[in-house]
């Protein structure tokens, strides 16, 4: 019997953090993903001079670059 109880009472609990949990998130104050997606791409589009993915590395700067050349003889 007292199995039972304790999983009740270990379920009731889960129940209330769960319902806690649901309380919490409502009352969050959501941004609209239309406006955080356009702060995005501002973002995006003022700093893109600086983005080594769309600009590359110079090879002067680029650490992992090989050293010498590979050669077969």
């Known amino acids: ?3 039972k109880m304790g999983s009740r009472s270990n ?10 949990q649901l309380r919490i998130e409502a009352t969050m104050e959501r941004v609209k993903i239309s406006l955080t997606a356009a ?3 501002q973002y995006c589009q003022e700093h893109r001079r600086s983005d080594p993915l769309l ?4 090879a002067s700067a680029n ?3 090989d050293k010498k050349t ?3 003889l």
């Open 63 to 65: 650490p992992f670059k």
């Open 11 to 20: 379920s009731v609990i889960q129940a209330q953090k769960l319902v806690d």
């Open 39 to 41: 702060d995005l791409v």
């Open 1 to 3: 019997m007292s199995g």
């Open 55 to 58: 600009t590359g590395i110079a």
């Open 70 to 72: 590979c050669v077969l």
